[in-house]
């Protein structure tokens, strides 16, 4: 069974820099794509980022474009997300999800297997 495991998130002043890591065990970590999810309080999960299983594809948000960078090691199992110029409006719980193929997608449909979730907090 696939079990994301995320690590990074806190607390950053606005404009500041943070770094999700996720790390995938249980298959073929490089037959599948990754995404990054978040969900405010309140608020449906929308989606974020995704990365093809080659990492050669890459997907952003309108939101974040520009911001946030998604990347992967397939030698270590681990995606990334490198969030700089954050704003009081990126706080929320971000998840990493593993996806059903190779195909980066925003649809939180085409992926079958989640992290725990961690907070990422902007304020000041």
């Known amino acids: 069974q696939v079990r994301p495991v995320q690590s990074g998130g806190g607390l950053v002043q606005p404009g500041g820099s943070l770094r999700l890591s996720c790390a995938a065990s249980?298959?073929?970590?490089?037959?599948?794509?990754m995404g990054w999810f978040r969900q405010a309080p309140g608020k449906q999960r929308q989606f974020v980022a995704a990365?093809?299983?080659?990492?050669?594809?890459?997907y952003y948000a309108d939101s974040v474009k520009g911001r946030f960078t998604i990347s992967r090691d397939n030698t270590k199992n681990t995606v990334f997300l490198q969030m700089n110029s954050l704003k009081p409006e990126d706080t929320a719980v971000y998840y990493c999800?593993?996806?059903?193929?190779?195909?980066?997608?925003?649809?939180?449909?085409?992926?079958?297997?989640w992290g725990q979730g961690t907070q990422v907090t902007v304020s000041s």
């Open positions: 990365i093809s299983g080659s990492g050669g594809s890459t």
């Open positions: 249980g298959r073929t970590f490089s037959n599948y794509a």
């Open positions: 999800a593993s996806g059903r193929d190779g195909r980066a997608s925003g649809d939180p449909v085409e992926y079958d297997y």
